[in-house]
């Protein structure tokens, strides 16, 4: 649960600091060599601020009687765990005024899409949002109340790139195993079936350890196979980390649960975990279940649900604010002064959606406890190379292939965009958009400082991948490389118990800040808009 906030009597305002500085420039490139030239033109996409400025929201909040003008209002952009905070208490009736206040010049913090000017896109973070479970159900009902249901682009559990993944393994291409084939016969790069595995994991005693690496943790349930080659990758193509060092209970609570709550992770699949309270599905979650979704995304990218929520922000009276960048933050007897570009601010309780480390970089000294848990959450670096390609170039289709880190470092896998969202491709042609992504926890071994990394090398080192992986000879005819630096925080050993004791330290001190965003309890879309909706809830409850 969040801090509690302590809201003294009398006019109360809440001030939620969201980061939303997202790295480098996009660095765009016309294709390495084409005779025929790129097909577009160089794009410039908005030019966002440089890493050290930071993106802040402001949420004063007080009792409908009690209006107060705030800052000065101006238009800007915010991560979705800002933003949903922001959406989740302007909706209640509780608060009169909300403001936010922030760096940077766009919207959407990792949500972020190229929009090329002949209406293809590109998508440098996430590129499809889950709609199972309570926060999948609960992102979906946010979508619905923007009134963004036109929009969304479905892809059914049918489609090709929800049936197929592959891994990239001693320098061949593998499906990944599925259905009953996949389970009784061994299916390479795998030397065992399935489901002898499966049978003997039920037998296999819980750990004593509080917390494990989820290397260890499925090499002790299941086979050291299956640690060395699916979960490598499988946390590389969620968290960009290193399954030797991320965290089963931070990362994959479900595993957790199933082994602490039935003793077995297959008996947990089965007979069903308790976790987080369930969200009732409105009319456009329904439909994702009926149609069986398996993922979603926007006619014109994932960014168009960040520019929604700013403009119905501002419907609601929200305050936007930019060139706000949070310097310190002070306590005071009725909560907060925050040290700003243009000046300082109080407020009563803060919301905030800053990266861990740069919310513990601001706290004042009182809170040198709390900062020194914070800086504990870290982030990787990952190089997003997007490549087209003037025709369908792929030998396979499906959703992508991963590498595990035994493979090669560098290359963490490669998304097939094309096949799953074919309605952002170019009008023109039947091109293949491609994403390479690259670095993660192995940027600084494998490329050096970011900050020195030549773009050149990102994108002749991702379209080499596409050669070596996918046999594709042709050069693509339009590139971008994007490097998003500490984009992914890494839950390592101990998250959760860390998480849990900056929130037992937030209530034992009274502290009127809330934590919301991709640092704390999970990295997913759904995840945190669902963490602005708890902080909210839990801040209108006290
Ligand atoms: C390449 C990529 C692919 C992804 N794919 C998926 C996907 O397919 N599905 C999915 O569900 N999720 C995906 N995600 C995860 C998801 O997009 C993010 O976890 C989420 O958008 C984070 O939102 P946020 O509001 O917490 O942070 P954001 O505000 O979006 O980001 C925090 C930003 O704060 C900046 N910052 C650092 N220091 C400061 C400071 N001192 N002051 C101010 N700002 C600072 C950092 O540069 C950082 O970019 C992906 C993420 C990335 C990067
Ligand atoms: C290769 C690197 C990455 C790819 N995607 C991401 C990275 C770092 C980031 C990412 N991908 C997903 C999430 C959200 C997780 C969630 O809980 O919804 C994030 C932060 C979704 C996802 N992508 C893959 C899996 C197995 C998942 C989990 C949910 C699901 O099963 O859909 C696999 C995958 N990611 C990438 C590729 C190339 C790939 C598989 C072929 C890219």
Redo the contacts with the bound molecule.
Sequence with gaps: MDGQAQCAPGPVRVLAV??????DPIRESPAPVDPRGPRCPRTHLDPRDP??????CVLPYRPLRDQDPGPPSSSSS?????LSAAFYLSRSAQVSKVVVLE?SARV????WSNRRPDGAVFE???????PVGPTGRNTLNMVEELGLESEVLPVSQDHVASQKRFLFVRGQLWEMPRGLSGLLRPTPPFSRALLPLLLSEVFVSRAEDQDETLHSFVSRRFSSELADIAVSSLCRGVFAGDSRKLSVRACFPDLHRAESQRGSVVLGMLLGTVGRPDVAPGPLALRAQRERWAQWSLRSGLESLPEALKLQLQSRGVELHTGA??RGLQRTDSGWTVQTESGPISADHIVS???A??LG??LPSSCSALASLLEQVSCVT?A?VSLEYSSAVLPVQGFGHLLPASEDPAVLGVVYDSVFFPQHNSPEGDSTRLTV?MGGAWFQQVFGDPDHVSTDLLLSRAVSAVTTHLGVKQLPVWSNVAL?????PQYYLGHAQRVELMRSWIRDADLPLSL????YDG????D?IFSGRTAAESLLQT
């Design positions: 969201v980061s939303g500085s997202c790295g890493l050290d400025s930071p993106f802040l915010w991560g979705i765990g800002g760096g959407g913090g990792w949500l440098l973070g996430p590129r499809g949002v889950r960048q949070v959606a800053l990266p480390q740069a970089s601001v990952v997003v992504m998003h630096r500490d984009c992914i919301v965003g991709s640092s990295v997913s879309v759904n945190v």
